[in-house]
């Protein structure tokens, strides 16, 4: 008697198998970690470049606010905003109209002064005398 029986075949998947789908999934892997590191250095440095923002605007507008007449030359500071602490540096120079002085806000972060994250410029007037 011959038997028709098939020959059961295991099912699943070979070690090797397992192994290259293993390795595909850890290069993947890799490769969004590396995609969420970049964006959150991103999210990092565009949060910096709003504060300074900030703080450029704020120097501004405190000066335009108190009618300042500031005196040619540099001045800097630090100012803390959103719990940040900022480095500013303000030039002041003269303009062809006497009544009017340009200034140049520039906004660093502590860890790197040589290099400005906002770079805001406005003019100041001079109060009329009575």
Known sequence: MHSDRKTA???GFTLLETLVALAILAIAMAAILRATGTATNHV??????????????????THAARGDWL?????????????FRMLWREEISDTRNPAFRRIVV??????????????LSGYLAQAGRQ
């Not at 990092?44 to 507008?61: G, H, K, S, T």
């Open 71 to 83: 005196p040619v030359g540099i001045q800097t500071g630090e100012e803390s905003q959103a719990g």
């Open 106 to 119: 520039s906004v660093f972060s502590p860890d790197d002064p040589q290099y400005a994250l906002r770079q």
């Open 9 to 11: 075949r295991p099912r």
């Open 44 to 61: 990092a440095e565009m949060r910096n470049r709003l504060i300074a923002d900030w703080v450029a605007q704020n120097r501004l507008a």
